[in-house]
Protein backbone atom coordinates (compact mmCIF):
# COMPACT_ATOMS: atom_id res chain seq x y z
CA UNK A 1 0.00 0.00 0.00
CA UNK A 2 2.78 2.52 0.77
CA UNK A 3 4.59 1.62 -2.77
CA UNK A 4 1.04 2.61 -4.53
CA UNK A 5 0.88 6.12 -2.39
CA UNK A 6 4.69 6.43 -2.88
CA UNK A 7 4.31 5.96 -6.66
CA UNK A 8 1.09 7.81 -6.96
CA UNK A 9 2.59 10.81 -5.34
CA UNK A 10 5.80 10.53 -7.84
CA UNK A 11 3.07 10.43 -10.57
CA UNK A 12 1.84 13.71 -9.48
CA UNK A 13 5.12 15.55 -8.96
CA UNK A 14 6.32 14.31 -12.71
CA UNK A 15 2.76 15.62 -14.06
CA UNK A 16 3.24 19.30 -12.00
CA UNK A 17 6.34 19.40 -13.66
CA UNK A 18 5.77 18.54 -17.25
CA UNK A 19 2.88 21.01 -17.57
CA UNK A 20 5.48 24.16 -16.39
CA UNK A 21 6.98 24.99 -20.02
CA UNK A 22 3.39 25.01 -20.98
CA UNK A 23 2.09 27.38 -18.74
CA UNK A 24 5.56 29.54 -18.84
CA UNK A 25 5.56 29.90 -22.78
CA UNK A 26 1.46 30.74 -22.86
CA UNK A 27 2.29 33.36 -20.51
CA UNK A 28 5.28 34.72 -22.64
CA UNK A 29 2.91 35.03 -25.53
CA UNK A 30 0.46 37.32 -23.24
CA UNK A 31 3.06 39.05 -21.97
CA UNK A 32 4.16 39.76 -25.72
CA UNK A 33 0.50 39.90 -27.35
CA UNK A 34 1.46 37.25 -29.44
CA UNK A 35 -1.68 35.51 -30.75
CA UNK A 36 1.00 33.43 -33.03
CA UNK A 37 2.26 31.75 -30.35
CA UNK A 38 -0.35 31.89 -28.08
CA UNK A 39 -2.21 30.00 -30.70
CA UNK A 40 -0.12 27.52 -30.62
CA UNK A 41 -1.81 25.81 -27.44
CA UNK A 42 -5.19 25.82 -28.56
CA UNK A 43 -6.99 23.04 -28.84
CA UNK A 44 -8.63 22.14 -32.17
CA UNK A 45 -11.68 23.35 -30.98
CA UNK A 46 -12.15 26.15 -28.13
CA UNK A 47 -14.52 28.78 -26.74
CA UNK A 48 -13.85 32.27 -26.67
CA UNK A 49 -14.84 35.11 -25.09
CA UNK A 50 -13.92 38.84 -25.47
CA UNK A 51 -15.47 42.18 -24.13
CA UNK A 52 -18.39 43.67 -25.06
CA UNK A 53 -19.14 40.45 -27.81
CA UNK A 54 -21.15 37.30 -27.14
CA UNK A 55 -18.93 34.23 -26.89
CA UNK A 56 -17.91 31.95 -29.73
CA UNK A 57 -18.23 28.86 -28.68
CA UNK A 58 -16.73 25.30 -30.66
CA UNK A 59 -14.67 27.82 -32.87
CA UNK A 60 -11.71 26.58 -34.67
CA UNK A 61 -8.20 26.67 -33.79
CA UNK A 62 -7.69 29.06 -37.26
CA UNK A 63 -10.56 31.49 -36.45
CA UNK A 64 -9.62 31.53 -32.98
CA UNK A 65 -6.02 32.90 -33.61
CA UNK A 66 -7.41 35.46 -35.99
CA UNK A 67 -9.98 36.92 -33.35
CA UNK A 68 -7.36 36.92 -31.03
CA UNK A 69 -4.98 38.51 -32.41
CA UNK A 70 -7.43 41.39 -33.82
CA UNK A 71 -8.37 42.03 -30.10
CA UNK A 72 -4.22 42.03 -29.38
CA UNK A 73 -3.81 44.51 -32.27
CA UNK A 74 -6.93 46.59 -31.66
CA UNK A 75 -5.63 46.82 -28.04
CA UNK A 76 -2.45 47.13 -28.20
CA UNK A 77 -0.99 44.74 -25.71
CA UNK A 78 1.57 46.13 -23.19
CA UNK A 79 1.96 43.20 -20.71
CA UNK A 80 0.20 40.96 -18.95
CA UNK A 81 0.72 40.09 -15.34
CA UNK A 82 -0.58 36.63 -13.99
CA UNK A 83 -2.36 35.94 -10.60
CA UNK A 84 -3.16 33.28 -10.30
CA UNK A 85 -2.40 29.07 -11.70
CA UNK A 86 -3.33 26.49 -10.52
CA UNK A 87 -3.19 22.44 -12.02
CA UNK A 88 -5.18 19.48 -11.19
CA UNK A 89 -5.85 16.45 -12.51
CA UNK A 90 -4.84 17.16 -16.25
CA UNK A 91 -6.72 20.51 -16.12
CA UNK A 92 -4.92 23.73 -16.01
CA UNK A 93 -6.36 27.25 -15.24
CA UNK A 94 -4.53 30.92 -15.57
CA UNK A 95 -5.76 34.36 -14.60
CA UNK A 96 -4.48 37.59 -14.91
CA UNK A 97 -4.87 40.92 -15.84
CA UNK A 98 -3.67 42.08 -19.70
CA UNK A 99 -2.63 45.91 -19.93
CA UNK A 100 -3.48 47.22 -22.70
CA UNK A 101 -2.50 51.02 -24.22
CA UNK A 102 -5.73 52.78 -22.87
CA UNK A 103 -7.30 49.64 -20.41
CA UNK A 104 -6.42 47.10 -18.51
CA UNK A 105 -8.57 43.58 -19.03
CA UNK A 106 -9.12 40.14 -16.74
CA UNK A 107 -8.15 37.14 -18.73
CA UNK A 108 -8.81 33.63 -17.80
CA UNK A 109 -7.91 30.47 -19.79
CA UNK A 110 -8.45 26.71 -18.65
CA UNK A 111 -6.34 23.93 -20.58
CA UNK A 112 -6.47 20.34 -20.65
CA UNK A 113 -3.62 17.91 -20.71
CA UNK A 114 -3.65 16.53 -24.25
CA UNK A 115 -0.90 14.20 -24.94
CA UNK A 116 2.30 15.96 -23.34
CA UNK A 117 1.20 19.37 -23.90
CA UNK A 118 -1.62 21.45 -22.19
CA UNK A 119 -4.31 22.75 -25.03
CA UNK A 120 -5.94 25.61 -24.19
CA UNK A 121 -10.24 25.02 -24.04
CA UNK A 122 -11.79 28.41 -23.23
CA UNK A 123 -10.30 31.83 -23.17
CA UNK A 124 -12.12 34.54 -21.50
CA UNK A 125 -11.38 38.22 -21.38
CA UNK A 126 -13.19 41.12 -19.34
CA UNK A 127 -13.01 44.41 -18.43
Known amino acids: MKKIMLLAGF???LAAFRVGPDADSIVSALKQGNAEMLSQYFDNI?????????????????????????????????????TSQREMSGTM????????????????????AKGDKMSIITIRINS
Open 93 to 112: YIAGKLQCAYKAYNVTMMMK
Open 11 to 13: ALI
Open 46 to 82: LDIKLPEKDEIKNVGKNQAGITLRNFFEENHVKSFEP
